[in-house]
């Protein structure tokens, strides 16, 4: 593999330091990632404030113009691309094409982007305007589950309304970001995109930075109390994607197969590693045993494996640390629950760990209470809907959540109930690029995607003329 640069001002160099990347399929080492210093983290803010002027002032429409030629860069390399975030990140090469041209989805979406100036009152007293200005440098920070995705969550509302921005990814999955920047560096004037890479050191540096003006950011919320503690100072824009631990309430009126069957992969997909995974499953007495044995039945059917093997459904963890921390849920899970499906570990090299189904656990658990963030599910019973309700919302967390019945109205009853950023009925996880996505809670501060989103990425400014 070609050594990888960071993007500075326009220009791809080599980091100051550099650290080791390793594949979580092998835990053999991947190569080495440039690694920025904090010279050079203070170089791009510096290149992304002196870019500012310039491309606030470049129209709008130029603008959304250059995120449609990323959108093609995404399509164009997508094999390339998804080879590197799966030997990376761990996730099968079908799911990393996913993430690829998905991510190339959310570009487009924003190149059609507006923000009009909104007439707020014409009267024989005033007229008054509402505008939406860019805010300055932007930090986008990024964890480690969906370096891509989670990266045109933000770039492309940022760019579009005209701030700057100082990318981030996560320490352990820095190289398809950092391809992404190469494949993308002729684009954009110098300095309007900047990409670095830390071993989770900068990101203090980053959030207290006197020239950056907001940060987005999505990972824990534990890391996302520490931005917003480090960003009071200098009185940062803050959005904050964090932590999940989404409940899904399965009435018993449901088709059992079906639903368990998606159930399934909204709990699995990516190995568990998704804010909006299926964290906590509460099924109705009528169809506990039934669903409880169908979702055992698919953990045990499913291919675990390295993601660039074809017929591998569900790769590894993604870094050591995550793999470690799931195995303690999992030997907790031996005392607080019946153990279904999975609870292993697989032989040989590699941070996999099968899909594990958890019956007759209940609050009190850790694997309950807390955001697991890996591939163990546990299967709650219930006898009251409304009681099911209660006990989802009685945690810290308000990130997504779903009602799944065949009855309309009584999903809706429910689905109005829920405290969550997004309740979904009869489906979990579902995002697009024009649907606002947050969390209440502590699962986050502010919104991403759709108008409101964009609406983040800016100031408003009120101009108020008397008549
Ligand atoms: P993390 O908080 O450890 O790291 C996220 C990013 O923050 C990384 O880039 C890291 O280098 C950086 N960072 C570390 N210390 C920092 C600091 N002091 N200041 C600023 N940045 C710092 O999270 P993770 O373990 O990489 O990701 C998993 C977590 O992310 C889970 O809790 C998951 O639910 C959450 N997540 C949330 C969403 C969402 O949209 N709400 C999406 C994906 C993941």
């Given at each position: 593999?070609?050594?990888?640069?960071?993007?500075?001002?326009?220009?791809?160099?080599?980091?100051?330091?550099?650290?080791?990347?390793?594949?979580?399929?092998?835990?053999?080492?991947?190569?080495?990632?440039?690694?920025?210093?904090?010279?050079?983290?203070?170089?791009?803010?510096?290149?992304?404030?002196?870019?500012?002027?310039?491309?606030?002032?470049?129209?709008?429409?130029?603008?959304?113009?250059?995120?449609?030629?990323?959108?093609?860069?995404?399509?164009?390399?997508?094999?390339?691309?998804?080879?590197?975030?799966?030997?990376?990140?761990?996730?099968?090469?079908?799911?990393?094409?996913?993430?690829?041209?998905?991510?190339?989805?959310?570009?487009?979406?924003?190149s059609k982007a507006e923000l009009p100036v909104r007439v707020i009152e014409h009267s024989d007293s005033r007229h008054v305007e509402a505008h939406r200005l860019p805010l300055g440098v932007v930090a986008a920070i990024v964890p480690w589950n969906f370096p891509l995705i989670l990266m045109a969550f933000k770039l492309p509302a940022a760019l579009v309304a005209g701030n700057t921005v100082v990318l981030k990814p996560a320490a352990?999955?820095?190289?398809?970001?950092?391809?992404?920047?190469?494949?993308?560096?002729?684009?954009?004037?110098?300095?309007?995109?900047?990409?670095?890479?830390?071993?989770?050191?900068?990101?203090?540096?980053?959030?207290?930075?006197?020239?950056?003006?907001?940060?987005?950011?999505?990972?824990?919320?534990?890391?996302?109390?520490?931005?917003?503690?480090?960003?009071?100072?200098?009185?940062?824009?803050?959005?904050?994607?964090?932590?999940?631990?989404?409940?899904?309430?399965?009435?018993?009126?449901?088709?059992?197969?079906?639903?368990?069957?998606?159930?399934?992969?909204?709990?699995?997909?990516?190995?568990?590693?998704?804010?909006?995974?299926i964290k906590r499953l509460y099924v109705q007495d009528g169809v506990y045993d039934a669903v409880c044995d169908e979702l055992a039945r698919l953990a045990n059917e499913v291919v675990v494996g390295d993601g660039l093997a074809p017929d591998t459904q569900y790769g590894p963890l993604q870094n050591k640390a995550q793999y470690e921390k799931v195995k303690g849920f999992i030997e907790d899970a031996r005392h607080s629950g019946n153990?279904?499906?999975?609870?292993?570990?697989?032989?040989?090299?590699?941070?996999?760990?099968?899909?594990?189904?958890?019956?007759?656990?209940?609050?009190?658990?850790?694997?309950?209470?807390?955001?697991?963030?890996?591939?163990?599910?546990?299967?709650?019973?219930?006898?009251?809907?409304?009681?099911?309700?209660?006990?989802?919302?009685?945690?810290?967390?308000?990130?997504?959540?779903?009602?799944?019945?065949?009855?309309?109205?009584?999903?809706?009853?429910?689905?109005?109930?829920?405290?969550?950023?997004?309740?979904?009925?009869?489906?979990?996880?579902?995002?697009?690029?024009?649907?606002?996505?947050?969390?209440?809670?502590?699962?986050?501060?502010?919104?991403?995607?759709?108008?409101?989103?964009?609406?983040?990425?800016?100031?408003?400014?009120?101009?108020?003329?008397?008549?």
């Amino acid at each position: 593999m070609n050594p990888l640069h960071l993007l500075i001002d326009g220009q791809l160099v080599a980091g100051d330091l550099d650290m080791d990347v390793i594949n979580p399929a092998t835990e053999a080492l991947l190569c080495k990632s440039p690694r920025a210093s904090k010279r050079q983290l203070d170089a791009a803010i510096a290149a992304a404030k002196k870019a500012f002027p310039g491309w606030r002032a470049t129209p709008m429409a130029s603008r959304a113009a250059l995120l449609e030629q990323v959108a093609q860069r995404l399509e164009t390399n997508v094999d390339e691309l998804a080879r590197l975030l799966t030997q990376e990140q761990g996730k099968p090469l079908a799911d990393a094409r996913g993430e690829v041209l998905g991510s190339a989805l959310y570009f487009r979406h924003f190149s059609k982007a507006e923000l009009p100036v909104r007439v707020i009152e014409h009267s024989d007293s005033r007229h008054v305007e509402a505008h939406r200005l860019p805010l300055g440098v932007v930090a986008a920070i990024v964890p480690w589950n969906f370096p891509l995705i989670l990266m045109a969550f933000k770039l492309p509302a940022a760019l579009v309304a005209g701030n700057t921005v100082v990318l981030k990814p996560a320490a352990t999955t820095p190289l398809t970001t950092l391809r992404f920047g190469e494949l993308v560096a002729d684009l954009f004037p110098p300095g309007v995109l900047n990409i670095i890479t830390d071993a989770n050191d900068l990101g203090a540096a980053i959030t207290a930075h006197p020239d950056v003006r907001k940060v987005s950011f999505t990972g824990s919320t534990e890391t996302g109390k520490r931005v917003m503690a480090g960003a009071a100072d200098t009185l940062k824009r803050l959005t904050l994607e964090l932590g999940g631990n989404d409940a899904a309430i399965v009435l018993d009126d449901v088709d059992v197969k079906a639903v368990a069957g998606r159930v399934f992969k909204a709990g699995f997909a990516n190995s568990g590693q998704v804010c909006i995974a299926i964290k906590r499953l509460y099924v109705q007495d009528g169809v506990y045993d039934a669903v409880c044995d169908e979702l055992a039945r698919l953990a045990n059917e499913v291919v675990v494996g390295d993601g660039l093997a074809p017929d591998t459904q569900y790769g590894p963890l993604q870094n050591k640390a995550q793999y470690e921390k799931v195995k303690g849920f999992i030997e907790d899970a031996r005392h607080s629950g019946n153990i279904i499906a999975g609870g292993s570990t697989q032989a040989g090299p590699g941070y996999f760990i099968r899909p594990t189904v958890v019956r007759d656990i209940t609050e009190g658990s850790r694997l309950v209470d807390e955001e697991q963030f890996g591939p163990i599910l546990p299967v709650i019973r219930f006898t009251d809907p409304d009681d099911a309700v209660a006990r989802a919302n009685n945690s810290p967390y308000g990130l997504g959540s779903s009602i799944w019945s065949s009855n309309p109205q009584r999903a809706y009853r429910l689905a109005e109930m829920m405290d969550a950023g997004t309740v979904w009925v009869n489906k979990h996880r579902e995002l697009a690029p024009g649907i606002p996505f947050g969390g209440c809670k502590f699962s986050g501060v502010g919104t991403e995607l759709g108008e409101r989103g964009l609406e983040e990425f800016t100031q408003l400014k009120v101009i108020n003329i008397a008549a």
